[in-house]
């Protein structure tokens, strides 16, 4: 980065650790000013009035002004300095259309911001502070300006992201970094997070994958499941969660409940079923044992939990379909279960 020293009496404080702050309100902090001791001020008060050798004033102390590697344009009408001391050399009509907060910061800046000269040779820009770290204003900026985003490698990183770009108004970024969080992995890592998050900002898909998610696991029995302070959920919250999971699992049982078993004359690949059971029912010999466990099943059926199922009732009532038929009712009921359980609403 470019460096830049201006003579101030300030000492500014820099942070390397990224930190969200709470608004996009971009509050100047004031200024320490150092204040001269009784005893000196007294000395200079009593300097004697004949010409002598010039009192030294002290040397100003130097405060290091940096600029952003990735937005430094040379066209630039609008400086962003960071509260670490970062100046974003950017476009105030980019900015205004992109965001509708910045829009309004730049028409209506802080007091405290102004224009300051950095160079006697150039013309100077205005200067808007605001109350963001460099690694977020360049986090946020690629999201306005057509550069490579930075990888939101968890569900943490999302989460600072989404607060970030929420803020100051990035429509898009919001929807593209749900979409992010609307993975198998990130929901994974943690469906409770990933669910209060979703609720929060608004992101109906992700919400659903979440709920899906918690719906295979036993948390009723955990009391602090949901009540991380992180998580911003309430007890009302876990409640309204385990209601829908309740209706969730009654509708999966009752697409069992509904199905008809195709009637047995012949098998699915069109051979005489070598099964007398099935034959002398007429349909699977197994499938009313099968339903009574699937009653009986406390948590989500899966795809796994089907086969499972299937396989312990052909054994149990000792069904004799060949290997490739057996192959071809899990392919099939697979196929069913997976269509019409998506189409089950998970509220």
Avoid at 38 to 50: E, F, G, H, M, Y
Avoid at 184 to 208: H, M, W
Wanted: glycine residues 4%; proline residues 5%; negative net charge.
């Amino acid at each position: 980065m470019t460096t830049i020293s201006l003579d101030t009496s300030d000492e500014v404080a820099k942070s390397n650790k990224r930190k969200l702050t709470a608004g996009p309100e971009n509050r100047n902090r004031p200024l320490e000013k150092s204040v001269a001791s009784t005893d000196a001020k007294q000395r200079v008060d009593n300097l004697p009035s004949n010409p002598g050798s010039p009192v030294a004033e002290p040397d100003p102390k130097e405060i290091n002004l940096t600029v952003s590697e990735n937005f430094a344009y040379d066209d630039a009408d609008l400086i962003l300095r960071s509260n670490d001391d970062v100046d974003f050399k950017v476009h105030k009509i980019i900015l205004s259309v992109a965001s509708a907060p910045m829009k309004d910061l730049i028409e209506n800046p802080p007091a405290l911001s102004k224009r300051r000269r950095t160079d006697a040779a150039e013309s100077p820009l205005p200067i808007v502070s605001v109350d963001d770290t460099e690694e977020d204003l360049d986090y946020l900026l690629r999201y306005i300006y057509p550069l490579s985003r930075l990888s939101n490698d968890s569900v943490e990183d999302l989460e600072l992201g989404l607060r970030l770009v929420v803020r100051w108004g990035l429509e898009a970024a919001r929807e593209e970094l749900g979409s992010q969080l609307n993975n198998t992995s990130r929901i994974e890592e943690d469906p409770a997070k990933v669910y209060a998050l979703a609720k929060e900002f608004g992101l109906e898909d992700t919400r659903n994958s979440a709920l899906k998610r918690l719906y295979e696991i036993s948390f009723e029995g955990d009391q602090d499941y949901f009540m991380d302070e992180t998580l911003g959920l309430t007890s009302r919250d876990l409640q309204e969660v385990i209601s829908w999971k309740r209706k969730y699992l009654t509708a999966v049982v009752s697409i069992f409940e509904k199905y008809k078993p195709p009637v047995i004359g012949f098998s699915a690949t069109g051979n005489k079923p070598p099964c007398k059971g099935c034959s002398a029912a007429r349909q699977w010999c197994w499938w009313s044992h099968f339903k009574s466990k699937v009653r009986r099943f406390l948590d989500l059926i899966n795809e796994d939990d089907l086969e499972e199922l299937v396989l312990k009732s052909m054994e149990i009532k000792e069904c004799r379909v060949s290997h490739s038929e057996i192959f071809n009712i899990l392919h099939m009921l697979r196929t069913e279960f997976r269509e019409k359980v998506t189409a089950v609403p998970v509220t």
